[in-house]
């Protein structure tokens, strides 16, 4: 191990070396000492010491200097804060100007070109030694520099790099999380460059950065350096893997997002190091990085995680730098370091937030950052000195944030920005603190005005909106100590990808209704028979459309099976190992004849809800094409992906024949029945289902009673009808009748039986006439699972209390057992 008190090699730092070169270089060593045995590659690099920041100090007789002028500080006062914060940050950089500093700096800069060439460009990193500590992360609280070469041009960018311990930021950002100025040192980093100017970079997390779920890796992406991602200064590229299958072989990535990347952050000749330049259109409308390359680093993430994990102790997840080298095409891990937000969430209560419905204006849509809603007047922050201005509870508005703007931001209801992703500074900050931010919404500095009030709302899934006006919303709180789990299974009902991770967070039994067409209408759009049969499109609008698509994938087609299965997978992976039941797609005509390029393909029929629906379309040779792509999506979820707790539901299908006909045609495309445990159920929505449900029984492995249809069909009411509605009542004795006898037959025959309408949401008197008569799950809408979870639990006490019932004890089981089909 070296000696020399002021530069250390990486390969002699590791984890326990926080004290001496900061939390940031000392991961980095360990890193660089312990990743390449596993095939990681780390570039190479050494570090100038907190005892080199701190001799100094000492010896320009700095820190009595120091603790003058930042003593009585307030930090509420901005102005007389930049003053104090620029003299100390003058004081600092004139004090480390040092013979002996600059001598050391120079004798390792040469070590590191006969490694990697003259000249060679370094990034220049701060390090404080109290960073990425369990409450604070120190995200962008200190200066780096990219592409720095020469002896000259390393010692300033050092000196400059030291003294942003004194930024405003760093300032503000001790002060709030109570620590010493003076107890705090920099380190720099000094580390090989890696050429992602000419290729791509961006951010890993172990865990889904808004939920905290902790089964997926997620990894984002952008041409160029990685700055631009960090800064919030483009919208990067997305990409989710799920750990759990990955670790049991099944390579494949669970989905994508393409972001913007309108500029890529290249380097510089003269002065400056770094600048941005346009995208191309090529550039943008594809990925920066192939599937295998978003595998590999998923993989490296997860031996990252493993090894800080058992180093720790406990489950540790990670936020992880990555680049990848356009010289060698190489991936590098550049930084690693404990996630502080998302992970260390221990609610004592679970929280709810719902937008009431509403028809207000909607100013724009970007990514949600956080779960909760927010409202207050604009406050539109063009420039640094816009700051002055803001005031408690308004809604910062801006192109993107900056690290200087932490004190304001800690008071904002809501932070909205127009460039940026889900881990650039604006949500790493906002998470940090609890508000609710939206970011990436093209024009919105355009749009929303300063003093008008607006409605934030990241209550929705994955996009967050911006509504102009304050729209009424609810909180949900239900302390998790109390909540009592009854036997019956509670399950969701879920049609939107975006709401999976957090939803699965909630107490539940897994997905009684996974809902494809949900999925098809607001992730692909389009008919999938226009993809499938692209020659009969007849708008020349739509061909051009499906053209656009061809220049991504070969075939048309592939884009509605990735899309339908990443949607779908996105679920399954969610909630696995417990089950998801995803219906097959269940549009009328009417639905389906407004996709695009739909009309080309769909009939007119004067009562949709009768007519060409559901199991009636699968075999049939006007939909026979569409069919094949949804049985091909479902076949990638469940072989290529892993995700074998997806059971599929057919809907709709009224007679035995004409399920023993989709069974048949399902196999044909891959999805037999039994093979690998897949199970077929169908909805339970038909009288004829019941009347027949024996026979039935001798073909599916379950049942899923569709309130809607069957009470529909059951009292004769058409329910799109506003003049009839008044007689839809799931409560009628006739339904009720009807829900014994379909409980009753399906446990007479063995068979899986559940609930997925919300009439034991809207009714508790249903839930306790369903738990009564013991249907083994009852499936409502995300929110309304936990008040379904405390009726349900009550009636089953009431009912044991009264010895009106004996559980069958089968429960959730018979979802797991296709042998006991007949």
């Given amino acids: 191990m070296s000696r020399n008190p002021y530069v250390r090699w990486f390969r002699d730092i590791g984890l326990h070396d926080v004290g001496m070169v900061g939390g940031k270089t000392a991961s980095l060593g360990e890193l660089y000492s312990t990743m390449s045995r596993r095939g990681i590659s780390v570039p190479n690099g050494f570090a100038l010491t907190a005892a080199a920041y701190r001799a100094a100090l000492l010896q320009q007789g700095a820190w ?68 990425d500590l369990p409450n604070a992360s120190f995200a962008g609280q200190h200066d780096s520099f990219l592409n720095v070469r020469g002896e000259r041009a390393l010692f300033e960018a050092c000196r400059r790099c030291f003294a942003s311990i004194f930024t405003d930021r760093a300032i503000s950002y001790r002060i709030d999380n109570g620590f010493d100025h003076f107890k705090v040192a920099l380190s720099v980093a000094v580390m090989k460059m890696v050429r992602s100017d000419l290729a791509s970079s961006g951010v890993i997390f172990t865990l889904d950065t808004e939920s905290g779920f902790r089964d997926v890796v997620f990894v984002t992406g952008a041409y160029g350096l990685g700055e ?95 680049a990848k ?130 409605t934030v709302s990241c209550a929705e899934g994955d996009i967050g909106h911006v509504y102009a006006g304050r729209l009424p919303f609810d909180v949900e709180r239900v302390a998790t100590g109390a909540l009592k789990k009854p036997r019956t299974r509670i399950m969701v009902n879920l049609g939107n990808p975006e ?126 094409a569409g069919f094949a792509l949804e049985c091909a999506a479902l076949r990638r979820v469940r072989d290529d992906m892993g995700l074998t707790n997806l059971k599929v539901m057919i809907p709709f299908c009224r007679r035995v024949e004409e399920a023993r006909n989709v069974i048949q045609t399902m196999a044909g495309h891959g999805l037999k029945q039994g093979e690998n445990g897949l199970e077929i159920y169908v909805m339970c929505e038909i009288p004829n289902n019941v009347i027949l449900i024996d026979r039935f029984a001798e073909l599916f492995d379950g049942f899923s009673i569709g309130s809607n249809d069957l ?19 799931e409560r009628d004795p006739g339904m009720l009748e ?47 699972i936990l008040r379904t979870i405390g009726v349900v639990y009550e009636a089953e006490q009431n009912a044991d209390n009264a010895g009106e019932t004996s559980r069958s004890g089968q429960g959730f089981d018979a979802l797991n057992h296709a042998s006991l089909r007949h």
């Avoid at 500080?73 to 480390?96: E, F, N, Q, S």
């Avoid at 039986?753 to 369903?770: D, H, K, T």
């Fill in 499 to 624: 709401l999976a991770f957090k939803t699965a967070m909630m107490p539940n039994d897994g997905v009684g209704l996974a809902r494809m067409e949900f999925i098809i209408n607001q992730h692909i759009g389009i008919h999938p028979m226009a993809l499938a049969k692209p020659k009969q499109v007849k708008s020349a609008k739509d061909r051009r459309m499906i053209e656009q698509i061809t220049r991504r994938y070969k075939k048309p087609s592939d884009f509605f099976v990735e899309r339908l299965s990443e949607g779908v997978g996105t679920i399954a992976a969610a909630f696995h190992p417990r089950p998801v039941i995803v219906r097959l797609s269940d549009f009328k005509t009417n639905e389906y004849a407004n996709l695009k390029a739909g009309a080309d393909f769909e009939p007119r029929e004067e009562n949709p809800m009768l007519g060409f629906r559901g199991a009636a379309r699968y075999a049939h040779p006007a939909y026979a």
């Fill in 711 to 729: 009470t529909q069909l059951t009292l004769g009411v058409d329910r799109d009808s506003d003049i009839v509605a008044f007689d839809f009542d």
């Fill in 228 to 322: 631009n991602i960090v800064q919030g200064a483009v919208e990067p590229d997305e990409f989710y893997v799920h750990k759990p299958t990955f670790n049991a072989g099944f390579r494949a990535v669970l989905s994508r997002r393409i972001g913007a990347k309108d500029k890529k952050m290249i380097y510089a000749r003269g002065r400056t190091a770094t600048r941005n330049v346009p995208t191309s259109r090529r550039e943008r409308e594809g990925l920066c990085i192939s599937d295998d390359d978003v595998l590999s680093l998923a993989e490296s993430a997860i031996v990252i995680e493993d090894h800080y994990s058992k180093k720790a102790g406990h489950p540790l997840p990670m936020d992880v730098e990555w």
């Fill in 325 to 454: 080298d356009g010289t060698d095409g190489k991936l590098y891990i550049i930084q690693a370091r404990p996630e502080t937000v998302a992970s260390r969430r221990t609610p004592e209560a679970l929280e709810n937030y719902i937008l009431k419905p509403n028809s207000a204006a909607l100013l724009g849509e970007g990514r949600a950052v956080g779960e909760k809603i927010a409202a207050g007047k604009v406050r539109l922050i063009a420039r640094k000195q816009d700051l002055r201005a803001f005031k408690p509870g308004e809604v910062l508005v801006a192109p993107a944030t900056s690290p200087d703007w932490e004190p304001v931001m800690k008071i904002a209801a809501a932070i909205v920005t127009e460039h940026g992703g889900r881990t650039c500074h604006a949500a790493i900050v906002a998470r940090e603190l609890g508000v609710p931010a939206v970011v990436g919404i093209a024009g919105i500095t355009r749009k929303a005005k300063t003093g008008k009030t607006v």
């Fill in 64 to 131: 009595e200097e120091l603790r003058k002028l930042l003593a009585g500080l307030d930090k509420r006062r901005i102005a007389d804060l930049a003053r104090r914060g620029a003299a100390a940050r003058d004081i600092v950089y004139a004090a480390t100007d040092v013979v002996e500093l600059r001598q050391k700096v120079v004798e390792a800069y040469r070590q590191l070109e006969q490694e990697y060439g003259p000249n060679v460009a370094v990034a220049v990193r701060s390090s404080a030694t109290a960073e």
């Fill in 738 to 784: 009807m829900l014994r006898l379909a409980v009753e037959g399906a446990k007479r025959n063995r068979r899986h039986i559940g609930i997925c309408g919300e009439a034991p949401a809207n009714y508790p008197e249903i839930a306790r006439f369903l738990a009564g008569l013991g249907i083994d799950s009852i499936s409502v809408n995300p929110s309304s």
